[in-house]
């Protein structure tokens, strides 16, 4: 089960026997999909792009400085 | 949401680029193999 | 086991006993070339584009691109693919740190040689530690999905599978060193990229792409959303994960060293170029588990599963389970006996040569090397044994290499830097990094390694710099 946004979800099962005979429904499972919170999530995405960015900057820069 | 012709564009691109990684790799050991460079 | 075992026992052992014989002989033709110690360990310094590009594009191939790209495909979606693909920047970035490594270390043969002359013994100590524990669990991880993927497409059990596979790559590794992981590699490479190809065609065939995108839009919306947090963490995470993996181990510097040094730069630049679509093909047969109707109760499996299917649903249904097989045994190959010469050739050169002062002559080297090679198998082949978790061991090393992206960076490029402020950083870096992997989110380890490393690293150019000398073996 992926790729749900976030919300509350309830799934059952049941199971139909080939000759199309239905059993009974299962009691539902309740599912919360939540992701990490948006102010912590922006945090960590500027200082991935911090990070990612100085790196790529900081090896570019050497290599044509010191070529 | 990323749209169904975009996805199109990368599935294909995806293939595309694989199969001429592929052509790439044998187009220069020949090279390699003919100026005997390979190793 | 969610594979239907798509090969009987017998043929499963044949395919890979074959392709195991074949890179054995081959490992032994080309094994002559090596003459010296440099030979063995080096392919003699003369590495041209074709076989450079191949070899360094397929041990960046493991069982994960093939296996884990489908995952992340079907867990995060268009990002999950494009956050994987992500880590061929570590490729290209290594285009430049080639040339440089080239320049500085003209007779270079380890990445301990650089940690060992530029940080001292206590850099390199440090180093030899992080090093140690990422490659050998990378091994081990390789090693234990040659033996579920044995298992799960022919029924083989795990320890025979798993032994077989290590067997193999450790016996044309010990006969013909890096010639024959490079040689092998090529052939590896190509096979890798066509059965990649040739899948993604045959699902192609099958379901149309604009109905997968119908399909993930009603059923599994958030794949496709350009606002999913932990794929957009992923991303920079990964990246940061994929720098300190290729800058720091001795797998990609011994390919620096091996290489013609005016080639190694384009190698590894192209080897990147051909690398980055991989986990977007790979990916993108998961993605069309659900509107082929694939019933998927294991994700890990995702990706071989979705490739026997349709390629059962085409005229190619017997054979589907040897494509699979065979394009999975060579990404693992290809990485394993990579790994295999990387690290004993530390082992050799840096403990051997380094701690207790002994020197290789053209009589001892293939001795010494065997020793080593053999040394590392055996005890990668008693972890996956184990039944540790050694994959979370291996995710978890991502702050550990994460750490050590700028002292490399540094250490070649800049003038001056207070060495002992960098080790502390690296030594803080995989501290907090750890933690955060482990209390915060798995997605954050690297990142904040990277990002301690780094603030540590730009101080130490500021406060109490010692010049930097050059290089000299």
Same mark, same amino acid.
């Given at each position: ?15 139909? %026997?080939? +000759? ?16 990490? +919170? ?10 991935? %792009?911090?990070? %990612?960015?100085?790196?790529?900057? %900081? ?9 | ?15 595309? @680029? ?14 390699? @193999?003919?100026?005997?460079?390979? @190793? | ?71 992340? !495909? ?6 999950? &693919? ?119 065609? =045959? ?18 919306? !958030?794949?496709?959303?350009? &606002? ?93 389970? =040897? ?77 550990? =290499? ?56 730009? !101080? ?14």
């Amino acid at each position: 089960m992926t790729g749900l946004r976030e919300g509350r979800y309830s799934f059952r099962v049941r199971q139909i %026997a080939p +000759d199309g005979k239905e059993g009974e429904w299962s009691s539902p499972l309740s599912l919360q999909v939540q992701y990490l +919170d948006r102010p912590t999530l922006f945090l960590l995405l500027s200082v991935g %792009a911090i990070v %990612a960015g100085s790196t790529i900057f %900081a090896i570019t820069f050497g290599f044509f400085k010191n070529r | 949401m990323f749209s169904s012709g975009f996805l199109t564009f990368l599935v294909f691109l995806g293939l595309i @680029w694989t199969a001429l990684g592929a052509l790439t790799l044998i187009a220069l050991l020949l090279l390699d @193999w003919k100026r005997g460079d390979l @190793w | 086991m969610t594979l239907a075992a798509a090969l009987n026992q017998s043929t499963g052992w044949a395919i890979v006993i074959s392709l195991g014989v074949l890179w054995v002989l081959l490992g032994i033709y080309w094994g002559r070339r090596a003459k010296t110690s440099e030979g063995f360990m080096l392919a003699g310094r003369n590495v041209g584009l074709a076989l450079g590009a191949a070899t360094a594009m397929a041990t960046w191939v493991t069982s994960n691109t093939t296996m884990v790209a489908p995952l992340l !495909a079907y867990e995060k979606g268009v990002w999950g &693919m494009l956050a994987y693909a992500s880590a061929s920047f570590g490729l290209l970035l290594f285009a430049p740190l080639a040339f440089r490594i080239r320049k500085l270390l003209p007779n270079g043969v380890t990445a301990g040689d650089f940690f060992r002359l530029r940080y001292g013994r206590l850099g390199w100590a440090v180093f030899l530690v992080i090093t140690l524990v990422y490659s050998i669990t990378w091994l081990v991880t390789m090693a234990i999905a040659g033996g579920k993927l044995l298992e799960a497409l022919a029924a083989i059990p795990f320890a025979q599978g798993m032994t077989l596979i290590l067997v193999v790559c450790v016996l044309y590794t010990l006969f013909g060193g890096l010639y024959a992981v490079i040689g092998t590699d090529f052939i590896q490479s190509l096979i890798i990229l066509i059965g990649i190809v040739f899948i993604d065609f =045959v699902v192609i065939q099958n379901v149309e792409v604009a109905a997968v995108h119908t399909h993930l839009a009603r059923e599994q919306p !958030a794949l496709l959303d350009i &606002m999913m947090p932990a794929a957009l963490l992923a991303i920079f995470n990964n990246m940061l994960f994929g720098f300190g993996e290729v800058m720091h181990n001795n797998v990609w510097w011994s390919r620096a060293f091996a290489m013609r040094e005016k080639i190694a730069p384009k190698a590894f630049f192209l080897s990147g170029i051909l690398w980055f679509p991989i986990p977007i093909a790979a990916g993108f047969i998961a993605l069309a588990a659900g509107p082929l109707g694939v019933n998927v109760t294991d994700p890990s499996k995702v990706g071989p599963q979705v490739a026997e299917h349709v390629l059962g649903l085409s005229a190619l249904g017997p054979y589907a389970g =040897v494509i699979i097989l065979v394009v999975l045994f060579c990404s693992m190959a290809s990485s394993i006996d990579s790994l295999l010469a990387a690290t004993s050739d530390l082992l050799v050169r840096d403990i051997y040569e380094g701690v207790f002062k002994k020197s290789l002559t053209p009589e001892t080297f293939r001795p010494v090397a065997a020793v080593c090679i053999i040394s590392v198998s055996v005890i990668a082949w008693l972890l996956a044994l184990s039944g540790l978790p050694v994959d979370q061991v291996l995710f978890s090393s991502g702050p550990l =290499v994460a750490s050590l992206i700028w002292p490399v960076i540094a250490g070649l490029f800049w003038k001056q830097l207070n060495r002992t402020l960098v080790i502390l950083g690296i030594v803080f870096a995989c501290g907090i990094g750890l933690w955060c992997y482990f209390e915060v989110q798995t997605y954050t380890g690297a990142l904040v390694a990277a990002a301690i490393s780094m603030i540590f690293t730009i !101080a130490a150019r500021y406060l109490g710099p010692q010049p930097l000398n050059p290089l000299s073996s």
